[in-house]
């Protein structure tokens, strides 16, 4: 956008993309649920302190998925996955993601706003398509 400000929509857009493209942390740990505090880790391979356990501080596909509010999955007409659409946002504003385009699309009350991602960090389209292919 040129010299006018971005929206709230726009920003809640532009979030999700900077997300996909370079990562989402993990809030909690995976293996004991309490919180993680990542100025306490001197890099990924530090422990959660409060078990001890060793993990990726980056959200995988799959882990992210299971925050979605909807998929849609693209298949062509052998029923092999293409592509999917993942409802991220409901009832005001409406976001999703769109790993064909490789899109962030936000609408609400007529308002509409997209951003392109380049890198799927936490690879959410290979965990639509094992998704996919599980049915």
């Known amino acids: 956008m040129s010299t006018e400000t971005k929206t ?3 920003k809640h857009v532009d979030a999700i993309a900077h997300g996909i493209q370079n990562g989402v942390k993990y809030e909690t740990c995976l293996d004991c649920h309490g919180d993680l ?3 306490s880790f001197d ?3 530090d422990p959660c302190s409060g078990c001890e356990h060793y993990h990726g501080l980056t959200m995988d596909g799959i882990h ?8 849609q999955y693209i298949v062509n007409g052998s029923g092999e996955y293409i592509a999917a659409r993942i ?3 409901f009832g005001g504003p409406n ?8 899109t962030v699309e936000g609408y609400s009350w007529g308002d509409s706003a997209f951003a392109s991602y380049y890198d ?3 690879d959410i389209d290979g965990g639509c398509r094992e998704l996919w292919e599980c049915k």
């Open 120 to 122: 799927d960090a936490m």
């Open 95 to 102: 976001i999703w993601i769109n790993t064909q385009t490789k």
């Open 87 to 89: 409802l991220v946002a």
């Open 8 to 10: 709230d929509l726009q």
């Open 64 to 71: 992210y998925l299971s925050d979605a509010l909807d998929i």
């Open 37 to 39: 505090d990542y100025a």
């Open 43 to 45: 890099d990924v391979r």
